[in-house]
């Protein structure tokens, strides 16, 4: 019994070593490049790098609209003009619906 103990213990301390100086571990990085450490998986998604996600999340126009309202001397307003907007890749119809998302949050501050 007490062979066995040992006999598992010992595969059990096998599969916990860390092989990233195995020289096949170390080509496999080197070939994939240091961007590989940066992957990051979610059980519903398909897997992304960190860099696609941060891009994507910058190219987002609600992403980029929702930054720029700021409230300033007590009222809610868009800090970035329509040209500036129309440069960046807003649609005049995202600029709009973020104009009238700033006037009810504003009237809503005005009934309190």
Request: proline share 3%; hydrophobic share 35%; with cysteine.
């Amino acid at each position: 019994m007490k062979r066995f103990f040992y006999l598992v213990l010992l595969i059990l301390s096998y599969s916990c070593v860390d092989h990233s100086m195995d020289p096949q571990y170390l080509d496999e990085q080197e070939k994939t490049g240091g961007l590989r450490s940066l992957i990051t998986k979610s059980p519903s998604t398909p897997q992304e790098d960190s860099l696609t996600i941060m891009s994507k999340l910058q190219s987002d126009v609600d992403n980029l609209m929702m930054g720029r309202v700021i409230k300033k001397d007590s009222l809610f307003v868009l800090a970035i003009k329509r040209e500036d907007a129309l440069f960046l890749g807003v649609s005049e119809d995202v600029y709009d619906k973020y104009l009238d998302y700033i006037d009810r949050l504003n009237e809503h501050l005005k009934e309190k």
